[in-house]
């Protein structure tokens, strides 16, 4: 039973540029949550995706956005990268976006901006 | 609006000791939903426990066990007869009820070090 899987690992962005990551859900899950975690910080809610719909969002600006597939699979999307972008960055999964349900955590991926 | 407070940063125990981690809430909604998650050195969140507003109980799974109060809003973790393998942040997180979708809000975090 595979759990929640991210990629890439960890990736190197300079100033300026646009980044992707993904996120594939464990199976049976639905919905899917991104969170930014700074160093030594607790996670930080991005948005929430349930039925390909962003159904909750963080105090995040629009530079971050996100996609969810008919797979159930999601895409973060952060343009116009800054230093204080630089952070890991999860994906959680759970069944039913109505908070009933504990979430599943992938190792994330660690964004460095150059 | 929501919050979660962990107000011990760091705690050292040696092995065998026993060892409580805080957690106090604010939220001004009736259903909500309090979880505890564990981030060892490689960086995943492992889920421990969930707690729904309107189940007071305790729960004690092995060597945890959780002591949830709302009158004072908190959700204590205690780790008995700690080991080293307990060694790794744990967050606590609030949850609200929501008829779209739902906000996760965790708390800072609490760096526990268990000494051989």
């Known amino acids: 039973d595979a759990g929640v899987t991210q990629s890439p690992t960890h990736l190197i962005k300079t100033r300026g540029q646009q980044v992707t990551l993904r996120c594939s859900p464990k199976s049976g899950h639905d919905t899917v949550s991104w969170y930014q975690q700074a160093l030594g910080q607790g996670p930080q809610f991005i948005f929430q995706y349930y039925e390909e719909e962003e159904r909750q969002r963080g105090n995040f600006p629009d530079r971050f956005s996100g996609h969810q597939f008919p797979n159930y699979s999601s895409e973060l999307n952060v343009n116009a990268l800054l230093l204080g972008d630089s952070a890991l960055y999860l994906c959680?999964?759970?069944?039913?976006?109505?908070?009933?349900?504990?979430?599943?955590f992938g190792d994330g991926t660690r964004l460095s901006i150059l | 609006a929501q919050k979660v407070t962990q107000a011990q940063t760091e705690i050292s125990v040696v092995e065998k000791e026993d060892v409580t981690l805080d957690c106090v809430y604010e939220t001004r909604d009736t259903t909500y939903y309090l979880f505890w998650y564990k981030q060892p050195p490689s960086g995943e969140l492992v889920f421990l426990i969930r707690r729904n507003s309107f189940d007071e109980q305790n729960e004690i799974s092995g060597r945890y066990s959780w002591n949830f109060q709302k009158s004072t809003s908190s959700f204590n973790f205690t780790i008995t007869a700690s080991q080293v393998v307990d060694s790794a942040v744990y967050f606590c997180?609030?949850?609200?009820?929501?008829?779209?979708?739902?906000?996760?809000?965790f708390g800072p975090g609490t760096r526990l070090s268990v000494l051989p």
């Open positions: 959680a999964s759970s069944l039913g976006s109505l908070g009933v349900q504990p979430q599943h």
């Open positions: 997180a609030l949850s609200e009820a929501r008829l779209r979708g739902q906000n996760f809000v």
